[in-house]
């Protein structure tokens, strides 16, 4: 069966004034109809960029090599008018704080039935009413709130009808990034088990992105952690905490924001640096500086991302020390 999602040695280069950031520097991964996929990893470590190389969504002078697929159409070579019947109708996306984007002055109702008149112009006014009601019930909000203008609804409530909107044209694939991040913590996992029961009932592909592992092991079949712009640690999503092997994984598991200093939001635990972001080709290295697992070698020698027991794939050279004998061959990345 064809993926519905599949990425393979994407590299985004973003061309800035201070020079060339590698964003994502090979990163390979798949996603199945009906199966949910979680990028976890600190700020900067790439993952909004994969998310942006799905839907081509990255500034026109970035660098993009590699190949994407969505619903087996090779997302880079298509023409525009292809490239925006794809997006909607194939793959949909919900970003962090999207809700603040909301029209002021423009009812709920007419936003979600834009891209279904956009994207299926032959709609009739009632059929697109009808869908209207049906998405807004999908999401749990009353068909009443059609005629609700964004002010009149909570964080939450907002959120739930960007979600309908990304749903409007029935698309296979839908991303949320940092979706829930704005959210409070009860509202937060309303909206965690909705994405999750409509990933289930529609048989959706879901790619989740959060900094938080425990909100992608909730939701998540599988879990890739991205350090650097590389996927470091791929694995089942519910199992993640106790099977994380490599030590970034570990870090980040046991991250945990301090109150009243945003910056240190979900800034992993017992790393000795800063976060890698501008990353070059020593990345590896700078992690290994980081790390308290660190032995001569990790500093000498790029790491090997190989595949271990129980579909977990990690890019630790000292995973066997740390606890699990290696069973396949290693696997390119
Ligand atoms: N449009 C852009 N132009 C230049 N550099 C960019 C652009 N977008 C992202 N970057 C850089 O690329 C790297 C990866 O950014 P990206 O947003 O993909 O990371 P992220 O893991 O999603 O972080 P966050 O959680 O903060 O969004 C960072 O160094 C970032 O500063």
New binding site residues.
């Given amino acids: 069966m064809t993926p519905l999602l599949r990425i393979e040695d994407l590299r985004v280069t973003?061309r800035?004034s201070r020079g060339d950031?590698d964003?994502v520097r090979g990163v390979s991964l798949s996603l199945d109809q009906g199966r949910s996929l979680g990028i976890a990893?600190?700020?900067?470590?790439?993952?909004?960029?994969v998310a942006s190389a799905v839907l081509r969504l990255h500034?026109r002078k970035a660098g993009v090599e590699g190949r994407v697929e969505v619903c087996g159409k090779d997302v880079n070579s298509l023409t525009w008018g292809a490239l925006r019947r794809m997006r909607w109708s194939d793959a949909a996306i919900v970003f962090q704080g999207a809700m603040n984007s909301l029209n002021p002055v423009r009812t709920v109702g007419e936003q979600i039935a834009e891209p279904i008149l956009v994207h299926r112009p032959e709609t009739t006014r009632r059929a697109c009413d009808l869908r209207v009601a049906e998405l807004l019930d999908m999401v749990g909000l009353a068909a009443e709130h059609a005629h609700s203008y964004p002010h009149q609804l909570s964080g939450g409530q907002k959120q739930r009808v960007m979600i309908a909107m990304a749903l409007a044209c029935d698309p296979k694939l839908l991303i949320a990034d940092?979706a829930t991040t704005a959210l409070d913590v009860k509202v937060q996992a309303q909206i965690l088990r909705l994405l999750r029961n409509l990933a289930v009932e529609l048989e959706l592909g879901l790619m989740m992105i959060s900094?938080d592992l425990a909100v992608l092991s909730s939701v998540c079949d599988e879990v890739v952690v991205?350090h650097g712009g590389r996927i470091i640690e791929q694995a089942p999503g519910p199992r993640v905490f106790e099977q994380a092997r490599h030590p970034y994984t570990r870090a980040l598991a046991g991250a945990f924001p301090t109150i009243g200093d945003p910056a240190s939001r979900y800034r992993p635990q017992g790393l000795a640096d800063d976060p890698v972001?501008?990353v070059d080709d020593a990345a590896e290295r700078e992690f290994a500086a980081q790390c308290a697992s660190v032995d001569g070698e990790c500093l000498v020698h790029k790491p090997e991302f190989a595949r271990y027991a129980h579909g977990r794939k990690t890019g630790c050279l000292r995973a066997e020390d740390l606890g699990i004998a290696r069973t396949e061959s290693t696997v390119a990345r």
């Fill in positions: 973003y800035s950031i964003a990893g600190e700020s900067g470590s790439g993952k909004s960029t500034p940092e900094h991205m972001t501008v």
